[in-house]
């Protein structure tokens, strides 16, 4: 479970115990990167 967040012009992505995982420019590349973030760690 991940959340989406938007933060001053960007959008956040955590964990789902609140961690902050990395940033992007907008909710589609973060959906992007968040798809390659679980690949990277299964």
């Known amino acids: ?3 989406i967040r938007y ?4 959008v956040h ?3 789902s ?3 902050f ?3 992007a420019d907008n909710e589609r ?4 990167e ?3 973030y679980e690949e990277s760690a299964a």
């Open 34 to 36: 968040l798809m390659e």
């Open 7 to 10: 933060v001053q012009g960007h």
């Open 13 to 15: 992505v955590y964990d």
């Open 1 to 3: 479970m991940y959340s």
């Open 21 to 23: 995982l990395f940033s």
């Open 29 to 32: 590349e973060a959906r992007e």
């Open 17 to 19: 115990r609140g961690f």
